[in-house]
């Protein structure tokens, strides 16, 4: 799939971008036929990057495997928002786990579906940060390593943010939560702390792994899309939110950041936090 820029034509209309575009160039959004997977209804603020980043990556997997997908989901904001019970705007078959056990899940999912010759359906498995980075990781590394056959995204909002924005083994060094020193010499999160999932998926050897953002919708699209050529676990890191982002940052760069243009911005948070995607060498 060619890389474009997602272009706003025609703001708030049903089509969001790039319809002026050759057909196979236009975003999975801009087309008539996308899958809606996360619909109007739900309880997210206002902006909420989870709702968009999920809505984006999940109608790219939907047209990818044309409509065939199960998604696991993490107890976390996507999950909160999304399905107050008994109400729900998942428009897909959609599962809902504990807090950390989303990849086990989701492992459980594939396997039954490899039992019952079913390799047209693929399966997502989907948690913030706080669930996968912290309570979930065992069960993240046994699905790496057993190279299950599911997506697993990461919706990084860099801390528990739906119980009150306490520190992740995600939040960067100098971020403020409500758990980390508010005054002192050295407030903020600790320097030398915290977990680089992206990393640790690659040295699990994982078919494929991703990081994108929101602010780059378009790159999102691609990489979701691109991460389903493969079988096998697969990784997905999504940043969310420049604005939470940048209010998370170190107060110097805080300031300095925003002094610059978005474009900018963009480029200093990606410094940050790099934006890649690659086939790690696979061990077999
Ligand atoms: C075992 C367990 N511990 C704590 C909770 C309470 N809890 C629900 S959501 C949540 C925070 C989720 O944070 P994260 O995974 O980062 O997702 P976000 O809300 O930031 O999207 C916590 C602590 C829980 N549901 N289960
Ligand atoms: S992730 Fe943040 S913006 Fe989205 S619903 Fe939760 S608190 Fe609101």
């Known amino acids: ?79 909160v928002f999304s399905t107050p019970f008994p109400e729900t705007s998942w428009q897909i078959p959609w599962l809902h786990s504990l807090f950390g056990n989303a990849p086990a899940v989701a492992s459980g999912v594939a396997a039954a579906l490899k039992a019952q010759g079913r390799t047209d359906i693929r399966v997502v498995a989907q948690g913030g940060d706080g669930g996968t980075v912290d309570i979930g990781m065992a069960c993240l590394s046994g699905m790496f390593e057993r190279d299950d056959d599911v997506l697993y995204i990461c919706y990084d909002n860099q801390a528990y943010i739906n119980t009150g924005v306490q520190r992740s083994g995600a939040t960067p060094p100098a971020a403020r939560t409500a758990t980390t020193q508010a005054v002192g010499p050295e ?29 780059d919708l378009r790159d999102l699209e691609y990489k979701a899309t691109r991460a389903m050529d493969f079988r096998g676990a697969r990784y997905l890191r999504e940043l969310l939110r420049l604005r939470q982002l940048l209010q998370r940052l170190p107060r110097q760069l805080h300031r300095q950041a925003r002094r610059r243009p978005v474009r900018d911005r963009l480029r200093l948070l990606q410094g940050l936090r790099p934006v890649r995607h690659g086939m790690p060498q696979r061990r077999h």
Do not use: W
């Open 187 to 215: 407030p903020g999160n600790r320097f030398g702390q915290g977990k680089n999932v992206p990393l640790i998926a690659m040295a699990h050897e994982v078919g494929y792994m991703a990081t994108a953002t929101v602010a």
């Open 1 to 79: 799939m060619p890389y474009q820029r997602i272009k706003f034509y025609q703001t708030g209309s049903f089509a969001a971008g790039n319809r002026l575009l050759r057909e196979e160039q236009r975003s999975v959004q801009a087309g008539t036929q996308r899958s809606n997977t996360l619909t109007c209804g739900h309880r997210a603020c206002q902006g909420c990057g989870e709702a968009l980043g999920a809505r984006y990556a999940l109608d790219a997997v939907m047209r990818v495997t044309k409509g065939k997908m199960i998604a696991v989901n993490a107890t976390g904001c996507l999950e």
